[in-house]
């Protein structure tokens, strides 16, 4: 592998993380803003499931995350 080839996976792995982080902030203002709205937790969670392409474990690990922040 060449230097070359070296910083540009390094460059794609860091832009990978970046929209990753995106997301999980983009995730943590939607929750927040859902819970002003007075949704509950289970419609928290089946719109996080729905829209973001979540799973319940990971739904729910964002739900109980952005309300530790809250």
């Known amino acids: 592998m060449t230097i070359e080839e070296y910083a540009a996976r390094q460059s794609a792995y860091a832009r990978k993380e970046g929209r990753e982080e995106g997301r999980a902030e983009e995730r943590m203002e ?5 819970v002003k ?11 996080l499931i729905q829209n973001f392409n979540l ?13 530790a922040t809250a």
């Open 30 to 34: 939607t929750i927040k803003g859902l």
């Open 37 to 47: 709205l007075n949704f509950t937790k289970e419609q928290i969670i089946d719109f």
């Open 55 to 67: 799973n319940q474990q990971e739904a729910s690990q964002a739900y109980n995350q952005a309300m």
